[in-house]
């Protein structure tokens, strides 16, 4: 069944209030697919009958909004941004982090450098939460990763494994796992030395992207840093950021 363009602007809508993300025209094919997918898996007749059970049904909003989140990443993606980490920053907020590719990466960035920093890994889907916590990946994801770094960190997988890879328990230890909602929730109760917010701030328009770094500033110890994605930055708002270099910025006194 075909979305009407009414419906098209109805989930829209919801998206955009659930999470900030602008679903335009052009995703309307994208969100058809993944509509279709939820119509069967709930046993849905119709799309306006499925507009009225995300209305009342907050688990299927879950799924729904798990469906149309997009997660492309892989193990060291930008990894020039790690440059910034020493010894001094003991606590790291993952704050957009899919899968879990990126808080692994930090934390073996960190232990190649002899320190170990906790870190928080969180994201709205918590079917990519999942995908992290599980710590199981198809080897491409690691292209980046060089043969030495897989053998310290990672597992081979054999026979139906084959063709994956699991990290050791000694990073998974590192990382803790919470689905978080930029927009809407609450920033955690401790504050960071640093803040990874990479590539998602563009899925989002100007309001949505002020709120959600003023929120990040307020976790921000001073000092900390803010790491946005290398296709992104916060010219054109108004923050409270030092810019440091092109995708970094700091918390210092004053602002």
Known sequence: MKITHRQFLKFSELVYRECGINLHDGKQQLLQARLAKRLRNTGTDSIEQYLKLIEINGQELLNFLNAISTNHTYFFRESHHFDCLGPEHTNIWCSASSSGEEPYSIAIHCLEKNFRPTILATDISTNVLQMGERGVYPVEKAKAVSSQILRRYFQ????K????????GELRRMVTFSRFNLLNDSPPSQTFDIVFCRNVLMYFDNHVKTKVIDMLHGALKWGGYLIIGGAESLNNIEHNYKYIKPSIYRKVAGT
């Open 156 to 159: 081979k997988g054999h026979g």
């Open 161 to 168: 494994m084959e063709g994956y890879i699991r990290v050791k």
